[in-house]
């Protein structure tokens, strides 16, 4: 999942015009202009699947499980799973993995994305399950006898939609005042 931002050339160039004036310092600069244009953004990305509303079919499941009477007979008993109310912490592990990426070197971009580096390898997919409108099946709490399907909300691009317009233009200022410093020299 990732944005593109125009003006990706400007902000090549403006790196590259950075290194030939042997100005790391001003590169930096620039960088760190752009992420805290885009920290707002994030923000609002990580509030968004905080709160989300992820809903499931209430699932009751019947198993059986084998009883010995006081006759030393063994039987099956129905019984009743009820769905498990307890957090495991999914949408905060979630909002740990945004990040904003830029790369000013070959196809310069800026992109907001979910690493999934950041989660652990059984839940690599969530953020994008969790943005899905049709949702994902899982095994309740590592139990293969009993599945759900559950459904997230929209959170990835209404924030980014919300924001670019204000981004774009920070990124623009950034890049304008880093050329306008080198142009000075």
Request: with cysteine.
């Amino acid at each position: 999942m990732h944005v593109k931002v125009r003006g990706a050339e400007r902000f090549r160039d403006a790196a590259r015009l950075c290194r030939e004036a042997e100005r790391a310092d001003l590169r930096r600069e620039m960088v760190k202009g752009m992420r805290s244009a885009g920290r707002e953004i994030l923000d609002d990305q990580r509030a968004e699947v905080r709160r989300l509303r992820v809903s499931g079919q209430r699932f009751y499941r019947a198993g059986v499980k084998r009883v010995t009477g006081p006759d030393g007979q063994t039987r099956q008993v129905p019984v009743r799973y009820r769905p498990n109310t307890r957090s495991t912490g999914l949408r905060d592990r979630v909002a740990r993995s945004l990040a904003l990426e830029l790369k000013s070197s070959g196809s310069a971009r800026v992109r907001f994305v979910a690493k999934p580096e950041k989660l652990p390898a059984n839940e690599r997919t969530m953020p994008r399950n969790l943005d899905n409108p049709k949702g994902w099946r899982h095994p309740v709490f590592g139990n293969t006898e009993m599945w759900v399907a559950q459904q997230g909300g929209s959170w990835f691009w209404p924030p980014i939609k919300r924001g670019i317009r204000v981004f774009r233009q920070r990124i623009d200022e950034a890049i304008t005042a880093t050329v306008n410093k080198i142009e000075r020299r």
